[in-house]
């Protein structure tokens, strides 16, 4: 992933280049960014972000998420279909090479055997 945000200057950068964020983008990618790993529902995001009257405004939310996706170059946000949305650590763990039992090194990080 070639993007990092920088919250103190309001500004978010991909490939060292900075990359426009609308505040409702950047607002959202924050909210995210603070909860990461954590699934948060439409209805928390959209709470959030837009306040309580717009606690089932699902189609506008998955606009800007679409939109985040596509101006951050897939950055890993998680789509939980009907329930909500979750940033995943930008760094996945390794998964087993398909038709291999894999093993672990000595720091328990799984490797291709």
């Known amino acids: 992933m070639g993007w990092r945000s920088i ?6 950068y991909r490939d060292g280049e900075e990359v426009h964020l609308t505040p409702i983008e950047f607002t959202l990618l924050g909210a995210l960014l603070r909860h990461r790993g954590r699934l948060l529902t ?3 995001l959209l709470h959030q972000v837009w306040g309580p009257s717009h606690a089932h405004d699902t189609p506008t939310l ?3 998420i679409a939109n985040l996706r596509r101006k951050l170059a897939s950055p890993p946000i998680r789509t939980m279909h ?3 949305y979750r940033f995943d650590s930008p760094h996945p763990r390794p998964a087993p090479i ?8 000595a720091a328990g990080q799984l490797r291709a055997a």
């Open 82 to 84: 009907g329930v909500g």
């Open 42 to 44: 439409h209805e928390a």
């Open 7 to 12: 919250s103190a200057r309001r500004a978010v």
């Open 98 to 105: 398909a038709g291999s039992a894999g093993r672990r090194d």
């Open 62 to 64: 998955r606009t800007h």
